[in-house]
């Protein structure tokens, strides 16, 4: 979380998809600005933490059926599923802590 929680406020630049940290995020799964940030974020943010992986931006790839889990909680990255694609659009990562622990 602490990883994490060190990018809060990042924004993107002038233009979609640019920036310093949006393009050090992009740079860091081997892509180049402008391209979609989210997934790369968190592959980024999991790099920071010390794990070789995710090392991605796709979101979809960051959900795997045997790492999928119902409840949230800190550390857990989230998917925001796009009917109208069909697939995980979207990704972020949970900050709080489930209260019913």
Known sequence: MAAAQKEV???EGNVPNT????????????FRTPDKW???????????????????AWSPALFP???QV???????????????LKWIGHCDIVSWKDRRD
Do not use: M, N
Request: glycine share 14%; proline share 4%; with cysteine.
């Open 9 to 11: 406020g990042t924004r």
């Open 38 to 56: 989210c997934a790369a974020w968190a592959s980024d943010v999991f790099g920071q933490a010390g794990f070789k992986a995710p090392k991605t």
């Open 70 to 84: 119902k409840a949230p909680a800190a550390g857990v990255v989230l998917g925001i599923h796009y009917a109208a």
């Open 19 to 30: 920036g310093a940290k949006v393009s050090e995020y992009i740079r860091y799964i081997g």
């Open 65 to 67: 059926a045997s790492r």
